[in-house]
């Protein structure tokens, strides 16, 4: 099973260890066309994450972006006694949408991580990794991009596969996808964690490389934003 | 990931006996020795970028700035990947090139310090090679107020050197894509400033002559500059 990506960089140690924080936290949808899957907020050590640029993504980071299930990850924050708070939205996020919510923090836990799969994609995701908790009072505001999981080819076929390794994208929320698709690209060719290039989409609701509409389904960084508040 | 550690620390003592900026304390400041470590994280799908380029320099030298020309420097990085040109616009001063390029899902990383005081600001450029002439990189970041051990991450944007149109033909893009001409010193871009880069479009998404599929797409950010003071 894999667990967080354990994180050695003595940068991190130079940090220091702020008290426990009651943190108010809103995130915004900012894509015109995508939605989230329920997210993930976590507060966490620095010696821990739930994904890493460059890095291949664990088991539990590809379910989340490749169906959406974040129970593999919530389990990861437990076992690493992080705080978090799992599915603020009480499911999908809209575009445009913000979603409110409270996140106590236990000492040491001084980072925060986001994750959701940006839908529909094949394994495309929001996310922070670790993000420095400010300690000062205030409102912070952090904007988020969207990452490849590089974990499955984005194909842009739309066929209700959610499972991680099986092809093909679970939905669309909005409705707007077409069907019989041929299918964009065969892999990745980058298959670590990396900036997801976008999708590409067509003006083809039956047939053409992609059932993505390239009119309603694109989208530029950044994707999301996030303001701390700290009391 | 694999991570290369490179070094290329410069002792700058030539520098030393120079020009003295604090004639002060010279004593000190000779023993004294100012080194970052930077690790370079190529974020895009499949954009091998050319090998970087940086350099330690004082305050107030920009290697670019949107709004303004490309100097030929920058034409000859964002073009054809050299990127030599750059870090030898300032004599003497503490260099890094990479001996191979940075492949897309790669990171390097090099350590690079100086011990003149004032040589405390960092540029890093590097080529987007499946581009007609997107680069990325920071230049005058101001290093000074970093302490010991503090870690600094920066999300670079691909910026348009503005010198050479985005035609995306095979003829003009060096990169393995497609393996066309590198640096020419023509200038025939639309926009003849550097600017943010729109993209590529690729011949998956209409412009069929274009000899870049929707792999070598991308959003910003494209690189990951991570730095730690030593």
Redesign the interface.
């Known amino acids: 099973m894999n667990k967080l990506i354990p994180f050695g960089l003595a940068a991190m140690l130079a940090s220091t260890a702020v008290e426990a924080q009651e943190l108010d936290i809103t995130i915004t949808n900012l894509t015109h066309g995508s939605h989230f899957t329920p997210l993930l907020v976590a507060a966490h050590s620095g010696s821990t994450a739930l994904f890493e640029a460059g890095k291949a993504a664990s088991a539990h980071l590809q379910a989340m972006a490749e169906g959406g299930d974040i129970s593999g990850l919530s389990a990861d924050v437990d076992a690493a006694g992080g705080d978090k708070v799992a599915n603020p939205a009480a499911g999908l996020l809209a575009p445009g949408a913000s979603t409110q919510f409270s996140l106590s923090t236990n000492d040491g836990n001084d980072y925060l991580s986001v994750v959701a799969m940006v839908l529909p994609t094949n394994d495309g995701f929001v996310g922070v990794d670790r993000l420095a908790i400010p300690t000062e009072p205030g409102s912070y505001t952090y904007s988020m991009n969207a990452w490849d999981a590089g974990t499955e080819a984005n194909d842009e076929i739309v066929n209700g596969m959610g499972a991680p390794g099986m092809a093909g994208i679970p939905a669309d929320p909005l409705g707007k996808n077409g069907m019989g698709a041929t299918g964009v690209a065969s892999a990745d060719a980058n298959t670590l964690i990396h900036i997801h290039p976008g999708v590409i989409g067509d003006t083809d609701p039956n047939g053409g490389p992609s059932d993505l509409d390239s009119r309603i389904h694109r989208w530029l960084n950044p994707v999301a934003s996030l303001t701390i508040t700290v009391k | ?1 694999k991570t290369i550690l490179l070094s290329a620390m410069m002792l700058g003592l030539a520098a030393c006996s120079g020009h003295h900026r604090n004639s002060g304390n010279d004593d000190a400041n000779m023993m004294e020795m100012s080194a970052w470590r930077v690790e370079l ?6 954009q091998p970028m050319s090998p970087p380029a940086a350099m330690l320099h004082d305050a107030g030298f920009d290697a670019w700035q949107v709004g303004q020309p490309a100097s030929e420097a920058i034409e000859v990085l964002a073009e054809g990947g050299d990127g030599s040109q750059i870090i030898s616009l300032q004599q003497g001063n503490p260099t890094f090139s990479a001996g191979t390029p940075l492949p ?4 390097l990383a090099f350590e690079i310090g100086s011990s003149d005081p004032a040589v405390d600001h960092l540029t890093v450029a590097t080529m987007l090679v499946n581009t007609n002439d997107a680069f990325t990189g920071v230049t005058d970041l101001d290093l000074r107020d970093m302490q010991s ?3 600094r991450i920066f ?1 670079t944007p691909a910026y348009d050197a503005g010198t050479e149109f985005n035609d995306e033909a095979a003829a003009h893009i060096p990169g393995p894509a497609a393996g066309g001409e590198g640096f020419n010193p023509a200038r025939n871009d639309v926009t003849s400033v550097v600017t943010h880069h729109a ?1 590529v479009v ?1 011949h ?2 209409g412009l069929a002559d274009s000899a870049l599929s ?2 070598q ?6 690189l ?1 500059i991570k730095i ?1 003071r030593l």
């Open positions: 990931m994280l190529n974020l895009t799908n499949d897309a899902g790669q990171s051990g503090d870690e999300l993209g690729s998956d998404d929707q792999s797409r991308f959003d910003n950010p494209v990951m730690t």
